[in-house]
């Protein structure tokens, strides 16, 4: 696709439940990123895949939250027992490899309650 | 540890006039420093970027200045516009396709 597609767009969620948020790269980009975003708040990295190295996950907040990317594509974040403070919007990018700089999808807002 | 600080957190401006964004970062190993900007629904978008062997660079109304002793770098918005609305997040990586690091955002308005 033309860019880096999210979904859902929004999720709505009940405490405890799991949850999956899926991000489809830009086709090429070797790169993918997990940030999340937090209402009023700055980008906060979670997790990083660079081909079929090893994720670099050091971003991640619990053992709640994990995250594959399968065939070099497509990204899974799962939130296991979603908790109130994992509402915010949860964004991933895609790039590159050797390049600077990556491309943001519009993100998944994800609301527990 | 926040490696990125960024000010102001807001910022109002009559249209015409210059805005100004401010970040500095603690890091010596960083080497790329890009300023994204995000319209309310939307992911980040790039808007320009700098490497540290040079202390400015200009794109269109956009400049960026870098002072790499002091560890800083601006973003200068001239002439702006109602469409500049947004926010501006500045960040910083190591290395080609690294994560970046982000400021806390700063929220633009500019005024008709």
């Known amino acids: 696709g033309a860019g880096v597609s999210q979904s859902p767009s929004n999720k709505v969620t009940e405490k405890g439940k799991d949850v999956e948020l899926r991000c489809d790269p830009i086709s090429g980009h070797t790169a993918l990123y997990w940030y999340r975003q937090s209402l009023g708040q700055g980008l906060e990295f979670l997790i990083y895949f660079q081909g079929n190295s090893a994720p670099d996950k050091s971003g991640l907040p619990s053992d709640r939250f994990s995250a594959e990317r399968t065939g070099g594509s497509v990204s899974t974040l799962t939130i296991q027992r979603t908790q109130q403070e994992d509402s915010a919007v949860y964004l991933c990018a895609s790039g590159r490899r050797g390049t600077y700089g990556y491309t943001f999808g519009s993100g998944t807002r994800l609301t527990v309650v | 540890q926040q490696q990125v600080k960024q000010s102001p957190q807001s910022l109002i401006v009559q249209k015409g006039g210059i805005s100004i964004i401010n970040c500095a970062y603690e890091n010596t190993a960083f080497d790329y420093f890009p300023w994204y900007q995000q319209f309310p629904g939307k992911g980040p978008a790039l808007l320009i970027a700098?490497?540290?062997?040079?202390s400015e660079k200009k794109e269109g109304r956009f400049t960026i200045s870098f002072n790499k002793s002091a560890k800083q770098f601006s973003l200068h918005i001239m002439d702006s516009q109602p469409g500049d609305s947004a926010t501006y997040f500045c960040a910083a990586s190591k290395a080609a396709g690294n994560k970046l690091t982000f400021g806390g955002g700063t929220r633009v308005l500019v005024k008709p």
């Open positions: 700098i490497r540290p062997d040079v």
